[in-house]
């Protein structure tokens, strides 16, 4: 999954859960509930986690605001993309 500067920021330097908003993009295929690599905006691996939405699904909810997932898909496994409990800062 490769976020944008700010959520790079918010997931190193707060400890932050991913949100939808920072999302830039989901590369490759993978389900809700695989193991997928967080890449900063130059292409770093900064995180690892457990990815609540799929990369279809991620997608589509790329760059949106939590409370819009619902709406855009359908369904809502949760706010965050990936939660900051289920992820290791590499």
């Given at each position: 999954?490769?976020?944008?500067?700010?959520?790079?920021?918010a997931l190193i330097?707060?400890?932050?859960?991913?949100?939808?908003?920072?999302v830039k993009e989901a590369l490759?295929?993978?389900?809700r509930g695989d193991i997928v690599a967080i890449?900063?905006?130059?292409?770093?691996?900064i995180a690892a986690g457990?990815?609540?939405y799929g990369s279809?699904?991620?997608n589509v909810v790329k760059g949106s605001h939590s409370n819009q997932i619902e709406e855009l898909l359908g369904h809502n496994y949760g706010a965050e993309v990936?939660?900051?409990?289920n992820m290791v800062f590499l």
């Open positions: 999954i490769a976020v944008d500067d700010g959520a790079a920021r330097g707060d400890n932050r859960s991913l949100l939808p908003a920072g490759g295929s993978f389900d890449l900063d905006a130059q292409g770093g691996q457990i990815a609540n279809d699904e991620l990936v939660h900051r409990n």
